[in-house]
């Protein structure tokens, strides 16, 4: 069969990677074409698009990219058509997703979507939406099955992705050796996410952590598709920026700085403890904030159901309170307890293979 897959985000491009291989084990003759990212090219998929010409997040920034992205949408359209696919497989990226989904359904062909809009956070009307153009849906968060239901629509929960990753990832025994780590000097990670509009207001405000903190090894978890100038920080001696290990970075770190995002799961995960932040444009925090449903901005936090870990958002995320935050995870009582909560979180979400479990499901419905 042919699968057209659309992941616009560095984290859909792992999990696109995951299922097309999964896929590909269920279907022998598969073929694969789509928007994604370097992990799905080298699993052969046939990009289009790159994620990173895709990295457009926030209110303002979509009206003022609007040009940019309706091209990419009608190419995607056109692209669509040209391929006839048997199905169009969308991860995640709701803007552009649910705008293809619509497209993809009008002219007759099926739509799944596999890792849900966070319409429960956002625009739960939209669910309206997602309902009337998905013909199905894969969710990865327990709780997400039990909110669609509320719509009359059931819904397939298949476990989360993030934790096979996790589970399956090989760790490099010379992580520390090849990057000029020492292996006595606990290592502080930095994870400002991967969008150059998160860069851009949050890293400058992680740094000043490591002058103040000069007896660890902080570590940016860089990635190669934001360029360069980017992650042009201060030259700080103990400060390092390290490219696509993130992984790895995690494994040996002794706590963490996160960008509100899929990566305060994998931190998680990690059992690294934490501080979640993140900051975006006047404009776009007002507008969110008057329309989120969600007590927590973090995953961790959210599945929880309670506070396990703190959160510095917009105004709250200044140095003095980045500074406090900090000290309080190199308590070793405070960081039990987050240990310990972890765990629960690992409980809740299981270690189901996602990808072989979505994909023979995929499958089971296509043919069905």
Known sequence: MKYYIIAGEKS????????????????????????????????????????????????????LNFRRIRG????????????SPDVVILIDFGGFNLRIAAFTKSIGLPVFYYISPKVWAWNQSRSWKIKARVNKMFVILPFEKEFYQKYDWEVDYVGNPVVNAV????????????????DDKKIVALLPGSRI????????????????????????????????????????????IIYDQTYDLLANSYTAIVASGTATLETALWNVPQVVVYKTSTINYFIASRVAKVPYISLVNLLAGKEVI???????????????????????????????????????????????????????????
Do not use: W
């Not at 084990?25 to 080298?42: I, L, P």
């Not at 990419?72 to 391929?83: A, E, G, T, W, Y």
């Open 197 to 240: 509009q998160e860069l851009k207001r949050i890293l400058p405000e992680m740094v000043i952590l490591a002058n103040r903190f000069k007896e660890y090894q902080f570590v940016i978890a860089g990635v190669t598709e934001v360029p360069g100038l980017y992650y042009n920080v201060s030259d700080i001696p103990n400060l390092k």
């Open 72 to 83: 990419m949408f009608n190419l995607c359209k056109r692209d669509i058509v040209k391929f």
């Open 12 to 63: 859909g491009d792992l999990h696109g990677h995951n299922l097309v291989k999964a896929l590909r084990e269920e279907d022998s003759g598969a073929q694969f074409q789509g928007f994604g990212g370097d992990k799905m090219s080298r699993e052969g998929v046939n990009i289009i698009v790159h994620i990173k010409d895709l990295a457009i997040m926030g209110f303002t920034e979509v009206i």
């Open 167 to 182: 589970n399956d990832h090989h760790l490099n025994s010379d992580f520390l050796r090849i990057n000029g780590l020492a």
């Open 310 to 368: 703190k959160e510095l958002i917009q105004s709250n995320f200044t140095k003095d309170k980045l500074i406090t935050e900090f000290q309080s995870l190199l308590d070793p009582n405070t960081r039990r307890k987050i240990l310990n909560d972890y765990q629960e979180i690992r409980n809740i979400l299981g270690t189901e293979p996602v990808s072989k479990t979505t994909a023979r499901l995929m499958i089971k419905y296509l043919k069905s």
